[in-house]
């Protein structure tokens, strides 16, 4: 009986240990050992089936837990990503608000600045043009009261000085347009000039016959 135990075992180890074509010679020798021999070998077969299924559901319920933990930590990991998520959403909705008012503030430093430098241009542009108005302005006063000789070095002053600066303006071409041509305008200065001295001739002959 003790003999046959560990000779018992030695199948069954036999028997895990090798392919399932070559297990029958195996069993054979089972049943060709003393009488009863092969229901003791079954009680041994199924003390050790029993054996492998404590192993089996030890293994499975070890797994289980660590499953069972992987799912826990798996929630946790889900609704701390959902409070990640949250954030994000929040803090994007709060960078495209602070952006668009960053934008709006950027424009308005842009709108700025092309107003000032056009406000710029215009101040540079009427400096430039005012002493041009201002000798028109004189030339036509100067003509006005017949300061012939006045105007006449008015008038080339404008010509050769001021109009040239502001050519491109369309005022310009219109003072330049309305200005007396030089023939006509010197043929007033003489004809005024002629009118003086004839004048001036007649007060000094009607002095010299009294």
């Known amino acids: 009986m003790a003999e046959s135990l560990p000779e018992h075992e030695r199948i069954l180890q036999e028997i895990e240990s090798t392919e399932t074509a070559c297990v029958g010679p195996t069993l054979r020798s089972v049943y060709d050992d003393q009488p009863n021999a092969h229901q003791k070998f079954m009680e041994k ?22 499953f069972v933990d992987a799912i826990t930590e798996l929630l946790k990991v889900r609704a701390d990503a959902e409070k990640l998520k949250v954030q994000v959403t ?9 952006g668009k008012e960053v934008r709006a503030q950027t424009e308005e430093v842009i709108q700025s600045r092309l107003q000032q430098r056009n406000i710029m241009t215009v101040v540079e542009k009427l400096q430039l043009c005012l002493p ?26 404008l010509e050769n ?45 009607s002095f010299e016959s009294c």
Not at 181 to 198: D, G, S
């Open 45 to 66: 077969v199924d003390a050790c089936i029993r054996n492998h299924d404590k192993e089996i559901e030890k293994m499975c319920n070890f797994h289980h837990q660590g």
């Open 132 to 157: 041009v108005l201002e000798m028109y302005s004189k030339l036509k006063e100067q003509m006005n009261v017949r300061r012939y000789y006045s105007a006449l070095k008015t008038m080339e002053q």
């Open 161 to 205: 000085i001021y109009f040239p600066r502001v050519s491109q303006y369309r005022f310009c071409q219109i003072m330049m347009r309305n200005l007396p041509k030089l023939p006509a305008f010197l043929h007033i200065c003489f004809h005024h000039m002629f009118n003086c001295t004839a004048s001036l001739s007649y007060c000094i002959q």
């Open 90 to 98: 929040d803090t994007n909705r709060r960078l495209q608000e602070a």
